[in-house]
């Protein structure tokens, strides 16, 4: 229900309210221009007296003071004989020059106000601000589901591409973008009476004045009991009529004044109503606070990027899902539930999703996370995910589990998960397995046991097929075979080699993008002259000559840094490992990009908990390089010995130095203290655990032993707080990269 509140207004009425937005952001500074031309005297400084006999002074035939909610003050006079305005320095009564009303802020706001359609643009913007409110709501609750709650909003989200710019950027301009359309919305409806009016602050022209002569304005009590930073509006009385009055607005309410005796005859002060009417033009508009009206414009900023984010995500899983009569949850008899977290495994889920229909199938496909609470005409549903990091749950599917507590199983339902992983990683397909199980538990019968296909094999998925075929009596044929990856070109500009005397030769690899001469592995793709876009975190994949199956190394480089890094361990019979460490610089190789945004440290300014043993240390530094804002930052590292491996040494004491690193401590295991990187994070629990409550986020990357020791560890140093491991992971603050 939410996502549709959110959907369906926003692709209606985007075009429009990009229009809202961009004049809404034009408007926005005109309460800051107008701020930074006048001259606003102190409280208590300046009373309305005052101001009024300056004025007068220089302007004998003055017939109105007005002081806009920004404080520039406008005179309204006549001499000789004709009329005129002037912005004033209300401390001495002198020109500041003439009042022009500049023509396009005017029609800028018709445009905002009604789209230049009088009354009829204006009920267009009063909807366009109450479906504004809806998107706002509804965009905020699914953000906060996303998040796992509202405080885990606060650390922001993982991830890249539009997905990430949208969920960003909405965060941090909902509850202004809420206001304005909250304040837009009622200004609307109390325009055209949807709402009561608050009544009129007027108060009745007084029948009966002294009559007397007039005294000096300066003299006036009244106005020397009124505060010039309350003013709004003082008007004149006729010259030469003793009868006529003064008449003084001001926030609190509005009176006449006896121009003999200087007091009020009639006064009426602003009831409630008023005021609250007045605080939400002031709201929407940021006139009288010119700071709002910068967050205001600010906010408004995002909406025409909210807009193209959102359709284009949209139009994405449109695309990436690609399914035509893709039939409703309740009308299917087959369902086809995808976790992926790169969209990788939709593919595999569209061509099982086409080949269902041919054979006569009515199909639902969705994401994992939109698992429905039953499925009433189903009788088959396959469940094809794939496992993110050390045996998590993909991003399309981190919230399956919750949702199928509340799964309603109907009779004869049947499963079957196909899982989606790479073997050279310790928990293969961890999730799928979890997922197989959970099913099972739920009282769901197997339709076919548990299968995983290894680096998206269309060999595998088709076997799959084959079986899936033979125990339904569907003739299904499955033959998905995903795109190669884009292949560049790189040259080793230097090495810097570790450990060969603790026999764990490990290497820092620096390259650059290679132009002209031969590759060394010239069967790969086409040669490019400029460096991808990654980040550190990331994954290159590279093959070693005649083995077509890429090894995957961790990042410690990003592409602003000009060159690609990567630490690697040569492992005994390790064909990549072995063949990176044979290069020597000018020699060149080919990769590909897989990108890892789960692996990065969140924005904001909470400590940051590095952890890392070994070759584990690569996208550990990239981090610490990229700390530009000198965030709290802390790494636990451990090698063997630091006169043989102690890798990143130099540049580590020059992130200590300029403050990009907050903390070091090292661990080496074949020292006379000996010791391991849980040691160290033992040793300094309480540190760890202060970090913890201050929002800490944890990034371990190393080998699983490692990893699963490092867990331990941690959960016991949480135990005061009663949380553990996969709470933390549950808010996306304990984050693994593991090998």
């Known amino acids: 229900m939410w996502r549709k509140l959110h959907l369906y207004p926003g692709l209606l009425a985007a075009p429009l309210l990009i229009v809202l937005a961009v004049t809404g952001v034009i408007l926005s500074l005109s309460p800051v221009l107008e701020r930074s031309n006048a001259v606003i005297p102190a409280d208590g400084q300046i009373n309305v007296a005052q101001l009024a006999q300056n004025v007068v002074t220089q302007y004998p035939g003055v017939e109105e003071i007005k002081r806009t909610p920004s404080g520039a003050v406008i005179v309204y006079y006549i001499r000789d004989g004709s009329p005129g305005a002037d912005l004033v320095n209300p401390e001495t009564g002198e020109s500041m020059g003439p009042y022009e009303p500049s023509v396009f ?51 922001g989200f993982k991830g890249s591409g539009d997905g990430r710019v949208h969920s960003e950027l909405a965060r941090f301009a909902v509850i202004v973008l809420l206001l304005s359309a909250l304040t837009g919305s009622y ?29 000096p304005v300066g003299s006036l009590e009244a106005l020397k009991n009124t505060d010039f930073n309350n003013l709004q509006e003082l008007v004149f009385p006729f010259p030469g009529d003793p009868r006529d009055v003064f008449s003084l607005s001001t926030r609190q309410g509005a009176g006449f004044i006896d121009q003999a005796t200087g007091q009020f005859v009639e006064y009426k002060s602003a009831s409630t109503g008023n005021q609250l009417v007045d605080w939400i033009v002031r709201l929407h508009t940021g006139e009288g606070l010119w700071w709002l009206g910068l967050l205001l414009g600010l906010a408004a900023l995002t909406v025409p990027v909210l807009s193209v984010t959102g359709v284009r995500i949209w139009w994405s899983r449109r695309v990436s899902s690609g399914i035509r009569g893709n039939v409703s949850a309740t009308d299917a008899d087959a369902v086809i539930l995808v976790g992926s977290e790169n969209n990788a495994t939709r593919g595999f889920a569209k061509d099982l999703h086409a080949q269902l229909s041919r054979a006569g199938r009515c199909v639902h496909s969705a994401d994992m996370n939109e698992l429905a609470e039953d499925y009433p005409k189903a009788s088959l549903l396959f469940v094809l995910t794939s496992t993110y990091g050390d045996g998590a749950a993909p991003a399309s599917a981190n919230r399956f589990m919750e949702r199928l507590r509340h799964f309603r199983k109907a009779g004869g339902l049947r499963f079957a998960v196909l899982g989606f992983g790479d073997r050279q990683f310790p928990r293969f397909c961890q999730f799928a397995k979890d997922v197989d199980v959970a099913l099972s538990s739920h009282g769901l019968e197997r339709l076919q046991s548990l299968a995983c296909v290894d680096r998206k094999s269309p060999d595998q998925f088709s076997q799959w097929g084959s079986r899936i075929a033979e125990v339904t009596g569907l003739n299904l044929r499955l033959s998905h075979n995903p795109a190669p990856p884009s292949l560049f070109e790189l040259e080793l500009v230097d090495r810097a080699d570790f450990g060969v005397k603790v026999k764990a030769p490990t290497s820092i690899f620096r390259f650059r993008p290679g132009v002209g001469k031969k590759s060394l592995v010239g069967r790969f793709g086409k040669k490019h002259g400029q460096l991808p876009e990654f980040e550190a975190g990331d994954l290159i994949g590279i093959c070693a000559p005649e083995n077509a199956k890429p090894r995957y190394y961790s990042l410690a480089s990003s592409s602003a840094d000009g060159l690609l890094e990567i630490c690697v361990r040569r492992l005994p019979g390790g064909l990549c490992s072995g063949f990176l460490h044979s290069l020597q610089p000018g020699e060149r190789i080919q990769g590909f990009i897989h990108p890892n945004p789960e692996f990065r440290p969140a924005p904001g300014s909470q400590p940051v908990i590095l952890i890392g043993a070994g070759a584990g240390i690569g996208p550990l530094a990239g981090f610490i390089r990229k700390n530009d804002a000198r965030h709290p ?18 540049e580590l004491g020059s992130y200590l130095e300029d403050q990009r690193l907050t903390g070091l401590s090292t661990a080496f295991s074949r020292t006379q203290e000996g010791g391991y990187v849980q040691d160290k994070i033992n040793e300094d629990a309480p540190n ?29 140093i949480l135990e005061p707080l009663k949380t553990d491991v996969e709470k933390l992971k549950q808010e996306g603050r304990y984050l693994e990269d593991v090998y």
């Open 688 to 716: 760890v655990r202060r970090m913890i409550e201050m929002g800490a986020q944890i990034l371990v990357c190393g080998g699983s032993n490692m990893a699963a020791e490092v867990r331990e560890v941690i959960n016991n």
């Open 105 to 155: 802020f005017r029609w800028v706001q018709d445009l905002h106000r009604s789209f230049l359609l009088d009354d009829a643009g204006r009920v267009l913007a009063g909807v366009l601000a109450a479906m504004m409110v809806l998107m706002c709501i509804s965009g905020a609750v699914m953000l906060a589901r996303r998040a796992g709650g509202w405080l885990p909003l606060l650390r």
């Open 633 to 650: 930052m802390y790494l636990y590292w451990g090698g063997r010995n630091p006169e043989s491996d102690f890798l990143y040494r130099p």
């Open 187 to 215: 200004m609307s409806a109390m325009r055209f009476g949807l709402l009561p009016d608050p009544g009129n602050s007027e108060p009745s022209f007084p029948m009966e004045v002294s009559g007397g002569e007039s005294s």
